[in-house]
C-alpha cells in the first residue's frame, strides 16, 4: 500500500452532493431531493417549503436503496404535504402582498419616474416589467432594514451587549440568527410580518448575545427583551411560515 493510500484510509469521507429524486404516487411524480448528512442516525424526511421540495436525510452508511424505500413507504405522506404547500405569490403587477402585516397591492408604473413608492395602500414600481420583482425586493429589504436594524439595537442595549454587524438576506431555513462574534443576519422576507413578530426576532437575537443557546435564561431574557408575550408571534410564524416563504418566487 503506498503512502497516500493509507493516509487516506484516515481522511473523513466527502459527504456526497445532493440528489435529486422521483417517487411515484398515485399516477403522479413527486419530487424528492436525496441528502447524506453524517449527524443522521435514521432516514428522515422534511418539508423544504421554500423550494417547495420534500429532503430525504438519510446516514453516511445506510444504503441508497433502503433510503429510497422508506421514502416510497411514505409517498401518501409526501404528496399530501406538498399539496398542502401555500401558493406561489410572485411580485406582478395587481398583486397583494402585506407589508408588515398589512395588505398593498403592487402597482405597476412603466411611464413613471423613480423607482418605488408607497401611497395610499398601494405599492408602486416604475419602470419595465421585467425589472418589477428585482425592484419590488430591492426596496422592501431596504424597508425592512430601515425599521429592524434600530429595533435590534435598542434589544441589544437593554441586554446590555453590542452588536457587531445585522444582515438582511435571503435566508430560508431560520429567520434570524446571531454567531458568536455578534453578528446577526435576518431574512428579508420578514418585512411581510407583523410588528410583534418583528420585536420578538429582534428579542430573541439579543437574548443570543448573552446566551448562544436554548436554555431557560436564554428564554428568560428573551421574554425580558420582547414588549409582548412571545407566545403570539411565535404561533403566528409556525401558522404562516411556509406562505412568507413564497412571496416573491
Not at 152 to 168: G, L, Y
Not at 175 to 195: H, I, N, T
Request: some cysteine.
Amino acid at each position: 500500500m503506498s503512502p497516500s493510500s493509507w493516509f487516506s484510509r484516515f481522511l473523513p469521507k466527502a459527504t456526497p452532493e445532493p440528489e435529486q429524486l422521483t417517487i411515484a404516487h398515485a399516477g403522479d411524480t413527486l419530487p424528492v431531493t436525496f441528502v447524506r448528512n453524517a449527524r443522521a442516525r435514521r432516514a428522515s424526511l422534511r418539508v423544504d417549503p421554500a423550494n417547495r421540495r420534500i429532503v430525504l436525510t438519510a446516514p453516511l452508511r445506510m444504503a441508497r436503496g433502503t433510503a429510497v424505500n422508506f421514502a416510497e413507504a411514505q409517498a401518501g405522506w409526501i404528496a399530501a404535504r406538498l399539496g398542502r404547500l401555500p401558493e406561489r405569490r410572485p411580485f406582478v403587477d395587481g398583486a397583494e402582498i402585506p407589508l408588515f402585516g398589512v395588505p398593498h397591492r403592487v402597482r405597476h408604473r412603466p411611464d413613471a419616474r423613480g423607482t418605488v413608492w408607497c401611497e395610499n395602500g398601494e405599492i408602486h414600481v416604475a419602470g419595465r416589467a421585467e425589472h418589477l420583482p428585482r425592484r419590488l425586493k430591492d426596496w422592501l429589504t431596504a424597508e425592512l432594514r430601515e425599521r429592524l436594524v434600530p429595533l435590534v439595537h435598542v434589544k441589544a442595549a437593554r441586554a446590555e451587549r453590542p452588536v457587531k454587524r445585522i444582515t438582511v438576506r435571503d435566508t430560508r431555513s431560520r429567520w434570524g440568527s446571531c454567531g458568536p462574534d455578534a453578528a446577526m443576519s435576518f431574512s428579508w422576507r420578514l418585512v411581510f410580518a407583523p410588528p410583534e413578530v418583528l420585536d420578538y426576532l429582534a428579542a430573541h437575537e439579543a437574548a443570543h448575545l448573552v446566551h448562544l443557546n436554548h436554555g431557560p435564561r436564554f428564554w428568560a431574557l428573551a421574554r425580558a427583551l420582547c414588549d409582548g408575550p412571545i407566545e403570539g408571534p411565535q404561533a403566528w410564524l409556525k401558522k404562516n411560515g411556509e406562505t412568507l416563504l413564497q412571496y416573491g418566487s
